[in-house]
């Protein structure tokens, strides 16, 4: 049996099934807002970068939340664009296993530096005095190390037991990407012990990062309620309005897509529910950041006067 598997060298991407002209729509529709993804965090790079007011252990975290934002969408972006505007929809099996690969690195990266974001919001509020001792900027290294590494090598566990499968068909994904639920229905052995696998890393990354956040927001707002000043509490709270609101998308969509019911349309339900992921939300991070951050916003009416001003 094993002589007569038909190896696949290409898979087809179905994608969003719609008109071809509606396909021209959603092309420059997505473009604009992969553009602006680009864009903004470029912005909220180049602002920390450049700004040493803002080189601090939150906005160093801040710059790895935006590098991992443009890598994100740029895993999976680029190739749904162009087959929304070509005919053959393929990937050959190898961009779509490194696909598969960055994607999850990235989402794991970015849920674990959000998880670090709050520790550093812990600590500020929580421990203000020992802040700077606490966060010095080699436990800052290793922190933003230890996501990138572990975040890595977690994807390079799930892409080695996959491509131990042989691989014989069908050729077809029903999604806009190499997603990995879609890829272990390409195999043609059992994949239990991959899902078993995907299943306990979830678990651990994404239960585990909330249970994190959760436990660490409710000490910042116990210490919060404990400030006798308004402005002592008002600020206090600005400071972690704009990480609440980011953590809230991300683990807002990540509960949605796991407790979404196995209906009919929960294929495509879980379509839109990636491209929130991988497009949407590294778009609204830096904008949320921007608007609802003051030292941003000095930051960025400092780098455009001093344009102005050569």
Not at 48 to 57: A, E, K, M, Q, V
Not at 176 to 193: E, R
Not at 207 to 220: A, Q
Request: with cysteine; aromatic share 12%.
């Amino acid at each position: 049996m094993e002589s007569n598997r038909t190896w696949i060298t290409e898979v087809v991407l179905l994608g969003f099934q719609v008109d071809p002209g509606l396909e021209l729509f959603l092309f420059g529709f997505f473009l604009l807002f992969y553009s602006f993804t680009l864009m903004g965090n470029g912005i909220i790079l180049g602002l920390i970068c450049l700004d040493s007011r803002l080189h601090t252990p939150m906005y160093v975290f801040l710059s790895h939340l935006a590098i991992v934002d443009m890598s994100y969408a740029s895993s999976t972006v680029p190739k749904m664009l162009a087959n929304l505007v070509m005919h053959k929809k393929v990937i050959s099996f190898a961009p779509c296993i490194l696909q598969t690969f960055l994607y999850l690195a990235f989402a794991i990266t970015e849920c674990l530096i959000l998880v670090v974001m709050c520790c550093d919001r812990y600590v500020a509020i929580c421990h203000p005095l020992q802040y700077t001792l606490i966060m010095n900027w080699r436990v800052c290294t290793v922190l933003a190390s230890t996501c990138w590494i572990f975040s890595f090598l977690l994807a390079l566990v799930h892409i080695t037991l996959i491509l131990r499968l042989p691989f014989c068909g069908p050729q077809k994904i029903d999604h806009f990407f190499c997603q990995i639920i879609s890829v272990f229905k390409l195999a043609c052995a059992d994949t239990g012990l991959n899902q078993v696998v995907l299943f306990a890393g979830s678990v651990f990354v994404l239960v585990g990062s909330l249970c994190l956040v959760l436990v660490s927001y409710l000490c910042i707002l116990a210490a919060i309620l404990r400030i006798q000043s308004g402005e002592g509490r008002r600020k206090a709270f600005s400071t972690c309005s704009s990480h609440l609101c980011v953590v809230g998308l991300f683990f807002g969509s990540a509960i949605v897509i796991y407790m979404a019911p196995r209906s009919s349309h929960s294929q495509e339900q879980r379509k839109i529910l990636s491209l929130f992921y991988s497009l949407f939300n590294p778009m609204l991070n830096p904008l949320i950041y921007s608007l609802r951050n003051a030292e941003v916003k000095g930051a960025l009416k400092r780098v455009l006067w001093k344009q102005r001003s050569m």
